[in-house]
Every structure is written in C-alpha cells, then in structure tokens.
Antibody, heavy 119, light 109 residues
Framework: QVQLQEAGPGLVKPSQTLSLTCTVS??????????WTWIRHHPGKGLEWIGY???????SYNPSLKSRVSISVDTSKNHFSLNLSSVTAADTAVYYC???????????WGQGTLVTVSS | EIVLTQSPGTLSLSPGERATLSCRAS???????LAWYQQKPGQAPSLLIF???NRATGIPDRFSGSGSGTDFTLNINRVEPEDFAVYYC??????????FGQGTRLEIK
C-alpha cells in the first residue's frame, strides 16, 4: 500500500511562497496510470482541489489558483512538490497530497499538514 | 465550471438506520468519474466509492453508490457508529478537471 507524507513549514508570512513536499513510499511515483495531486481543506469549509501533475510533467491547476500555483515531480527523490506564491490569510488550510487513479479518484492520501498564513 | 451540490447539509440518524446522501451536478458527469469520500475529524478523507458505484478496497458492502448524468447517490445500509462523519462527492474530467461537493455531515440523532 503506497504511503504519502507531507512536509513543510507550518507558518508562512503574507506575500511569501508556501512550499510543501509530498514523499511517496512503498510505491514509485513513476508508476504509469497515476497522477499526483494537492488538495486543501479550509477550516470549517469543504475540500478544494489545487492541481495535479503526472510523473512525466502533464499538469492541470484550479483556475482560481492557476496564476499562483505550480506542482513539480522529482522522480529521483520519489516526491512531488507544491509552490503557492503571494499567500494571504485565505490560504490558511490543511494541505493534503494524494494519488489519483485512472478513475480520477484519490485513492491514497497523506495525513495532511496545517499551514497558517500570518505575520 | 461543474458545481456539485450535496444534500442534505446535515443528516441526523440513529445507528442501524439507512442513510441516503445526494450529489447533484450542474452539468452531466461521466459515471466513470464520480467518487465519494468519507472524512472523520482530524483525519484525511478516505476513498469510499469510485466510478459512481465501485467500492474501494476494504470498504464494507453496507456502502453503495449509484446514479448517472447529474444525479448520484451514496447509500449506507444500517449505519454503524463509525460511519458518523462528513461525506464528499467529487467529479473528475469536467472543467475545471476536479471539483468537490460542499459535503454532507452524518451525525448521531
């Protein structure tokens, strides 16, 4: 069973860039048929899709975040990363990484990491 | 944008009762690309149903999904105490590629 684990700072200052990494274990990020995605959960609200990336570089982003977000994959380290620039308090959320299967469903998730945007 | 609207917002039931959760899409969604998730407090969501009606690995058969087009349903037969949680539907393949419903909270009556 593939395992995913998010890592990164829990506190980011306004206007800075939020950077998170998701390490994949017990499975290869280069496995065909999967995408790798970031999803966030604002406190007291629902889930928001941020974007996804395939191991070979095919990416798609939420239009509401597209100008500020990038996702990259490092197959040598078996991890993928999220960068979200120019953050504000509205970006405070629990950030999850997950694996997306061929049905478009996220079948394995990291435990999530809380990122707070505050000065 | 495909908007998914879940109803009811909150469902209050007693253990042993049947739960019926609805997910309505603003445009037709391929049945292949409709999923349901369960999220408990402090935990990541977990996949219950993919392809509208296929149970994920390890999901008990009291959970079932159905529907097509714009109307999808998650049923839980004989709700167990561990089933009280928030449930989300999600579509894939529309524009934008992924959207979630706002969630239905299943609470103990």
């Amino acid at each position: 069973q593939v395992q995913l684990q998010e890592a990164g700072p829990g506190l980011v200052k306004p206007s800075q860039t939020l950077s998170l990494t998701c390490t994949v274990s017990d499975g290869s990020i280069s496995s065909g048929g999967y995408y790798w995605t970031w999803i966030r959960h604002h406190p007291g609200k629902g889930l928001e899709w941020i974007g996804y990336m395939s191991y070979n570089g095919r990416a798609s982003y939420n239009p509401s975040l597209k100008s500020r977000v990038s996702i990259s994959v490092d197959t040598s380290k078996n991890h993928f990363s999220l960068n979200l620039s120019s953050v504000t308090a509205a970006d405070t959320a629990v950030y999850y990484c997950a694996r997306v299967n061929g049905w478009g469903a996220s079948d394995s998730w990291g435990q999530g990491t809380l990122v707070t945007v505050s000065s | 944008e495909i908007v998914l609207t879940q109803s009811p917002g909150t469902l209050s039931l007693s253990p042993g009762e049947r739960a019926t959760l609805s997910c309505r899409a603003s445009q037709s969604v391929s049945s292949s690309n409709l999923a349901w998730y369960q999220q408990k407090p402090g935990q990541a969501p977990s996949l219950l149903i993919f392809g509208a009606s296929n149970r994920a690995t390890g999901i008990p058969d009291r959970f079932s999904g159905s529907g097509s087009g714009t109307d999808f349903t998650l049923n839980i037969n004989r709700v167990e105490p561990e089933d009280f949680a928030v449930y989300y539907c999600q579509q894939y393949g529309g524009s934008p590629p992924v959207t979630f419903g706002q969630g239905t909270r299943l609470e103990i009556k």
